[in-house]
């Protein structure tokens, strides 16, 4: 089971805080998990389609190239921006 967290807009445009997904042997990396949200289609493919979005694997920061294992955390959230 992946533990997937969505953040601040995302979270608002998913209407999902948080969510668990059942193993699947084809998640190899964090991106491979995200195209299975992406296929979802609709505000999924819209939101977690975006070029710049961050993510963490065990609340740590790291790239859509991660390895990921049964039971990791995964969190998505938009990049911030300041000035």
């Known amino acids: 089971m992946i533990e997937v ?3 601040a807009r995302y979270r ?10 059942q193993w699947q ?10 195209a299975h949200l992406i296929a979802r289609g609709g505000v999924w493919a ?5 070029r710049n979005l961050m ?3 065990n609340e740590e920061l790291c790239t859509l190239g991660e390895p990921l294992v049964d ?5 998505f959230f ?6």
């Open 5 to 7: 967290h969505y953040f």
């Open 25 to 34: 042997d084809e998640f190899t990396q964090l991106n491979d998990l995200r």
């Open 55 to 57: 993510c963490a694997r």
């Open 46 to 50: 819209e939101v977690l389609g975006e």
């Open 12 to 21: 608002e445009a998913l209407q999902c805080e948080h969510e668990r997904i």
């Open 71 to 75: 039971g990791d955390q995964v969190a």
């Open 78 to 83: 938009p990049t911030v921006t300041g000035g």
